[in-house]
Nanobody, 127 residues
Framework: QVQLVESGGGLVQPGGSLRLSCVAS????????IGWFRQAPGREREGVLC????????YYADSVKGRFTISRDNAKNTMYLQMNSLKPEDTAVYYC????????????????????WSQGTQVTVSS
């Protein structure tokens, strides 16, 4: 059974950091692209970043460039989203998702391109 289980959300003050984990089961994580998305109340789901498995390239939303990074532990079949210098506008439910091996900068943020999704975790940035 293919499954993505996410953890690590919570409440953090502006300027703080959080690391989200995304554990895959039923498939090998590095064979697929992994994207991170977020959805704030009343807003559409938006792409945060994506690691394309075909070439290892990482795509970033402008709003998180320089603050968010992605990493992977193949032994644990886990992908991580490290979020630094968090801002109140980063508050949202965050999701990880698996997608096809090849993405470009014109389609990595299309959530319909991803097939499996985590349950989501709430990240709240507030003082």
């Amino acid at each position: 059974q293919v499954q993505l289980v996410e953890s690590g959300g919570g409440l953090v003050q502006p300027g703080g950091s959080l690391r989200l984990s995304c554990v895959a089961s039923g498939f090998t994580l590095d064979a697929y692209s992994i994207g991170w998305f977020r959805q704030a109340p009343g807003r559409e789901r938006e792409g945060v970043l994506c690691r394309s498995s075909s070439d290892g390239h990482t795509y970033y939303a402008d709003s998180v460039k320089g603050r968010f990074t992605i990493s992977r532990d193949n032994a644990k079949n886990t992908m991580y989203l490290q979020m630094n210098s968090l801002k109140p506008e980063d508050t949202a439910v965050y999701y990880c998702a698996s997608g096809p091996p090849f993405f470009t900068d014109s389609n990595w943020y299309e959530h319909r391109a991803y097939n499996y999704w985590s349950q989501g975790t709430q990240v709240t940035v507030s003082s």
